[in-house]
């Protein structure tokens, strides 16, 4: 679906205010629970440097980073399996990609304060064929999107809660990164900060 003030900017599909209040609280509820079940974790980077975010994950596979580098896992540090992926979150992804399909993944990103994200590629995916559909709860964030180069040149917007962004296509292996989050301008999440969700097919092709 494509709300009249969807834009695109560079191959990035935004959806703003895709979310409305009721269902932002709606998702932060399901998020609440998957995090009882799998707490958010600031994983180990390969260089041995805890990450500012934290993050779980529901669905089939989760992302994991250590000394062996990144990669999917079907289950947590402790053993357990993530949890189920919420029914909610399956419709949105058919919502705005138009897929008929079901994403086996969704990363959690918890953002405290001055948490950030470096600027990055998304590909430990199977297949760059499917989008990133990613889903922005709580505070404002500072979303910088670049090319398929580190190199070329980069521009930001402010990401809001409810704001839903389809990365597809030329943008699927774009780089991009979170500089910064905006501390208390929401009170969406408890205990504060920024939430973003990222619907993924990270196994084989279905
Ligand atoms: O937090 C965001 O909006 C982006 C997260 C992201 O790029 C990722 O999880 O790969
Ligand atoms: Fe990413």
Request: charged share 25%; net charge positive.
């Amino acid at each position: 679906m494509r709300e009249a003030n969807t834009r695109e900017i560079r191959g990035f599909v935004i959806h703003p205010a895709h979310l409305d209040k009721a269902a932002q609280t709606a998702l932060m509820e399901d998020v609440a629970a998957i995090w009882r079940a799998a707490p958010p974790v600031r994983q180990m980077t390969r260089w041995g440097k805890p990450m500012s975010v934290a993050m779980s994950a529901a669905g089939a596979l989760g992302w994991t980073t250590d000394g062996r580098g990144y990669r999917y896992e079907p289950k947590q540090h402790d053993g357990r399996p993530w949890p189920p992926m919420p029914r909610r979150l399956e419709e949105l992804w058919r919502q705005v990609t138009g897929l008929d399909a079901t994403p086996d993944s969704c990363l959690i990103n918890l953002y405290r304060d001055t948490a950030r994200m470096g600027l990055h590629q998304d590909k430990d995916e199977a297949d760059f064929g499917w989008p990133v559909v990613s889903i922005s709860l709580g505070d404002a964030a500072l979303f910088r999107i670049g090319g398929a180069r580190r190199s070329d040149a980069t521009e930001s917007l402010w990401l809001h809660s409810g704001d839903v962004v389809v990365m597809g296509g030329p943008a699927r292996l774009a780089f991009h990164g979170i500089d910064r989050i905006r501390p208390n301008s929401s009170d969406l999440v408890p205990g504060g900060g920024r939430v973003n969700l990222t619907l993924r097919m990270a196994g084989a092709a279905v």
